[in-house]
């Protein structure tokens, strides 16, 4: 089971290094089509900002956590893991394209944020040793990226910090892995 939940992150990962590398020998031109806030033309870019990178140390910056994130989230089982992989993708990028500044969004960063919020809450949520265990290693071992989620950089996108952060927190809320229990009647 843990073989095919690998091959599943192993082929996302790869998904974004397969882009990345078309992205950089097109000298960055698949970067237009990223959020574009409140432009109707670019509502896919909901879709693509992710696999969009500035550069390689911008591609590198966000592969690795994001490897590293999908990987603990597999606790959680791969389905579980994709749908909230793909509720963070979503919701991150209708916020940065309703609120974002007018310009190009573009990058995993706001993936990546939403990963981290939800392996910070969904333990305390799921009451289970293991998901706890995670949930505080990755609060003391990442807890510096919340300052990330205020302005500090004119080409970064703390908006997609933000509500990556905040839609991590929200799926953890509703997909923290707790086991059902069952009433009985006597």
Do not use: D
């Not at 590398?21 to 670019?42: D, M, W, Y």
């Not at 597999?74 to 963070?88: A, Q």
């Not at 707790?178 to 009985?184: D, H, I, N």
Request: aromatic share 16%; with cysteine; glycine share 10%.
């Amino acid at each position: 089971m843990l073989k095919n939940q690998l091959k599943v992150l192993l082929w996302l990962l790869a998904s974004f290094a397969a882009v990345e590398l078309i992205n950089l020998l097109s000298g960055r031109a698949l970067n237009q089509f990223g959020i574009l806030p409140r432009e109707v033309t670019s509502l896919p870019g909901i879709l693509f900002m992710p696999w969009l990178h500035g550069s390689l140390a911008h591609f590198l910056s966000n592969i690795v956590p994001l490897a590293i994130f999908w990987l603990l989230m597999l606790e959680y089982g791969l389905k579980r893991t994709l749908w909230v992989s793909l509720w963070i993708v979503l919701c991150t990028g209708l916020l940065v394209w309703l609120f974002g500044r007018f310009a190009y969004h573009i990058g995993a960063s706001g993936l990546v944020y939403g990963q981290f919020g939800f392996l910070v809450l969904a333990g305390f949520y799921s009451r289970q040793v293991t998901k706890l265990l995670i949930s505080l290693t990755v609060g003391f071992l990442y807890g510096g990226m919340v300052f990330g989620v205020l302005p500090s950089q004119p080409f970064i996108s703390w908006e997609a910090h933000l509500f990556g952060f905040v839609s991590g927190l929200l799926a953890a809320r509703f997909w923290h892995g707790r086991p059902k229990t069952t009433a009985s009647s006597s």
